[in-house]
Nanobody
Framework: QVQLVESGGGLVQAGGSLRLSCAAS????????MGWFRQAPGKEREVVAA????????YYEDSVKGRFTISRDNARNTVYLQMNSLRPEDTAVYLC????????????????WGQGTQVTVSS
C-alpha cells in the first residue's frame, strides 16, 4: 500500500506561483508512475501532469504546458508540481496519485490517491 499526502496549496493571485509536494509512505515510489490531477466544483477530475519512473517521460495537459512542471525525487519519496503563471481557471483541489506501471496519464490506471490540497487563484 502507498499512502500519499499533498501539501503546498493555498490562495494566490493570478500570475503567481505555488509548489505542491506529494510525500509518500508505505512503499518506495521509484517503481510507480506518478500523476497530479485536479478537480474543480461541478467538474470531472482531470489529469494535469504525469511522470514516469525515472522521470524520463512526462505528460502535461494542454492548458498547463509551459506553466507547470512535474518532478520527482525518488530518494525523498516525493513528487512535486511547480505551478507558475497561475490563472483563476486553475482553481481546484489538486491530488497526487500513483500507478503501478512505468508511465501512464490515464486516470483509471491510478490506484493510490492522496486527499488533495486546495489551490485558489484570485483574479
Amino acid at each position: 500500500q502507498v499512502q500519499l499526502v499533498e501539501s503546498g496549496g493555498g490562495l494566490v493571485q493570478a500570475g503567481g506561483s505555488l509548489r505542491l509536494s506529494c510525500a509518500a509512505s508505505g512503499r518506495s515510489l521509484s517503481t510507480y508512475s506518478m500523476g497530479w490531477f485536479r478537480q474543480a466544483p461541478g467538474k470531472e477530475r482531470e489529469v494535469v501532469a504525469a511522470v514516469s519512473w525515472g522521470a524520463g517521460r512526462t505528460y502535461y495537459e494542454d492548458s498547463v504546458k509551459g506553466r507547470f512542471t512535474i518532478s520527482r525525487d525518488n530518494a525523498r519519496n516525493t513528487v512535486y508540481l511547480q505551478m507558475n503563471s497561475l490563472r483563476p481557471e486553475d482553481t481546484a483541489v489538486y491530488l497526487c496519485a500513483a500507478a503501478s506501471t512505468y508511465y501512464t496519464s490515464k486516470t483509471s490506471d491510478y490506484a493510490y490517491w492522496g486527499q488533495g490540497t486546495q489551490v485558489t487563484v484570485s483574479s
